[in-house]
Structure formats: structure tokens, C-alpha cells
């Protein structure tokens, strides 16, 4: 036995010699086209996030194709049509909307466009497509401009500390923020509010010590103050196939107390529903 682990061990001892110098030779020619790579996605980008400033793009072929898969199938999740201008507040979060994804911005005929960070916009490859997925930054002057042309403005008003709190699982956790109300009263628009139950389930986050404190920093400094890393279906980067369910209601206020009061109604009365993946077929 002991002839037969030195002689595995020479063996590994010779591959590690033998690839050492390829994987050093591998690096040196690799970081040219890296810096050149990296140098011309962020000439794109700057490119693209000029041309386009102010641009909304709700109606493309990739927007159009995409509105045509069955996303609501994949959790289940109900679907919500908005047909009058308008914003809609979803909560929460979560790790990636899903349910104001698959639920309302791409659906058959939908033009909703969706608010996301703007940093987003400067990602090499899905900074360049998601506006053409209907999305645009969520800055105050550009989300005014879309409602002005007649669009519905998708908005996740908890935003950053919100999928920080995702971690929990708690779907009633919320960031009470007031910026789109102050918008919607400007524009003169009204307001939806939807709350989807089961989003927090549609990813499992390592719940990290210090929760209340990172939640804060992160409302600060709109930095995700989480452990990178979670899983999905499978253990993969898919959401998880659980049921989902959003629950609309139309605010006629443009008070903040009142709308996280109508928010917390919502809340109440799907905490305790049961859903099933068949009454979500629609």
C-alpha cells in the first residue's frame, strides 16, 4: 500500500509540475484580452447609457418575445394586467422580483417598464439588454418622463435593504421609503399597491448575525450587506418553484402613513392563505 500512495503521490507531484508553467503561461497571454475586454465593454456602456439617456424602450422584439414565455408557470404565480398609467409598488423585494416579473412586466401585451438600479445599466452584456427589456434607471427625472408618455412604472420601493432582509424569509418585512408617492402626486397618476406572498421563499440566503445593523447600512449606502451566497431550484441560481401570489389594491392617497397602513392590510390577509400550485393555473 505504501508503494502504491509514493506512486500517486509522484504522479501528482509531476501533473502539478507539468501544468504549473502552462497555467503561468495561460495568465500572461489572458491579461491583455482581459484589460482590452474590460476597456471596451465599459466604452460600450458609457456609449449606450448616452445615446439612450432618457429613453424608454418598452416595446422591442426582445421585450416582445420574452413577454411570450409562460414565466408565471415556472412558480406558479397569478398574473395582474394594468391598463391605466400608473405606478405600481411591489413588496417586497426579495432577491430578484420575481413575482413582479413573471406576474406583471412580462406577460403577453404588457408595456410596464421596470425601475432598477442604475449600476446595473453598466454590466458588460446585461446592462446592454435590459433596457431593451423594458427597463430604465430609477432616477426621479427618468421615471417621470416614462409616466409622462403614458407607461406604467413598475417600482420595488424597498429596494437594497429590502433584499437584505430577504434572508429571513419574512415577506412582511418592508422599508417604508416615500419617493414614488411624492412622484405619483406630481404626475398626477394613481397608485397600486401589490404584495406578493411567497417571494422570500424563492431563494435560500445565509442568514447573517447583525441583521437590523446591515439593513440599515445598506438603506445608507444602497450596498447589499449580504453573504454572497444562495440557492435556488436545486441548489442552482433558478428561483425556487413555489407558489406565488400577488394581491393588488389601488391606493387613493398619496400619504405615506396611509399607504403602509393599506400595505399592512394586504400583508394580514394573505399571511395565513394557503396556496396551491393548482388555483395558481391561470
Not at 96 to 106: P, S, V
Not at 201 to 220: C, E, G, I, N, Y
Amino acid at each position: 500500500m505504501n508503494i502504491i500512495y509514493l506512486f500517486c503521490f509522484v504522479i501528482l507531484v509531476f501533473c502539478w509540475i507539468w501544468l504549473l508553467p502552462i497555467l503561468c503561461i495561460c495568465i500572461f497571454f489572458s491579461v491583455p484580452f482581459a484589460l482590452f475586454f474590460l476597456s471596451t465593454s465599459i466604452m460600450i456602456s458609457l456609449t449606450l447609457q448616452w445615446w439612450f439617456h432618457g429613453q424608454v424602450t418598452p416595446n422591442t422584439w426582445l421585450r416582445q418575445w420574452v413577454n411570450c414565455c409562460p414565466w408565471y408557470e415556472w412558480f406558479p404565480c397569478n398574473r395582474i394586467s394594468i391598463h391605466e398609467t400608473s405606478i405600481i409598488a411591489v413588496h417586497p423585494h426579495g432577491l430578484l422580483c420575481c413575482g413582479a416579473l413573471a406576474g406583471i412586466h412580462f406577460i403577453p401585451g404588457s408595456q410596464t417598464v421596470f425601475c432598477v438600479a442604475p449600476l446595473l445599466f453598466y454590466i458588460p452584456i446585461l446592462g446592454w439588454c435590459i433596457r431593451a427589456l423594458g427597463c430604465i434607471p430609477a432616477r426621479y427625472d427618468i421615471m417621470s418622463g416614462a409616466l409622462k408618455q403614458g407607461f406604467s412604472v413598475i417600482v420595488v420601493p424597498g429596494g437594497v435593504p429590502e433584499l437584505v432582509s430577504a434572508e429571513t424569509g419574512d415577506d412582511c418585512q418592508t422599508v417604508q421609503r416615500s419617493g414614488f408617492l411624492r412622484l405619483a402626486h406630481e404626475i398626477n397618476v394613481k397608485v397600486h399597491c401589490v404584495f406578493v406572498k411567497g417571494e422570500c421563499a424563492t431563494f435560500t440566503m445565509w442568514k447573517a448575525p447583525f441583521h437590523d445593523q446591515r439593513v440599515q447600512l445598506s438603506l445608507k449606502s444602497n450596498i447589499p450587506f449580504v453573504f454572497p451566497m444562495f440557492l435556488g431550484w436545486y441548489g442552482t441560481w433558478l428561483p425556487k418553484r413555489v407558489p406565488l401570489f400577488l394581491n393588488i389594491r389601488r391606493i387613493e392617497t398619496y400619504d405615506k402613513q396611509e399607504y403602509y397602513l393599506q400595505l399592512q392590510h394586504l400583508q394580514k390577509k394573505n399571511k395565513a392563505l394557503k396556496i396551491s400550485k393548482e388555483s395558481l393555473k391561470l
